[in-house]
């Protein structure tokens, strides 16, 4: 359960600083329509990194630690999938990048379906 907590704290850290470094460093490269696919990915990432930190949590308090866990796991991948292939998208231009991003958003739905079912079961 530490490990959830412990990845979505990295996972907020490695946010916080690729926003900051869009932001600044990335300022005059990122224009339109990538400044908003760059902004995207960031705000995935955050949603997702807070959730990885909220799961570890509840893991620790659930009946279905495993199936928090789980839907942890898949959350994680999301951030990488999803946030990660709208970075590169974004920073290269290449397309075909883009093709990756809904299987981010998949583990997302994954994870969080995972999570709805380890609640429902008590």
Same mark, same amino acid.
């Given at each position: 359960m530490q490990t959830l907590v412990a990845l979505g704290a990295i996972m907020m850290f490695l946010a916080v600083a690729l926003g900051a470094f869009g932001a600044h460093a990335l300022k005059n490269i990122l224009v339109g329509e990538k400044l908003k696919t760059y902004q995207t990915g960031i705000q995935y990432h955050i949603a997702h990194g807070l959730g #990885? &930190? #909220?799961? %570890? &949590? &509840?893991?620790d308090?659930?009946?279905?630690? *495993?199936l928090v866990v789980t839907a942890g796991w898949f959350l994680l991948a999301?951030?990488? !999938?999803? *946030?990660? *292939?709208?970075?590169? #998208? *974004? !920073?290269?231009g290449?397309?075909? #990048? %883009?093709a990756i991003t809904p299987l981010g958003g998949i583990c997302f739905l994954t994870g969080w379906a995972i999570l709805l079912i380890a609640i429902l079961q008590g």
């Open positions: #990885l &930190i #909220l799961l %570890g &949590i &509840i893991a308090q659930s009946a279905h630690a *495993s999301g951030i990488i !999938l999803f *946030s990660g *292939s709208l970075y590169a #998208l *974004s !920073l290269t290449i397309r075909k #990048l %883009g």
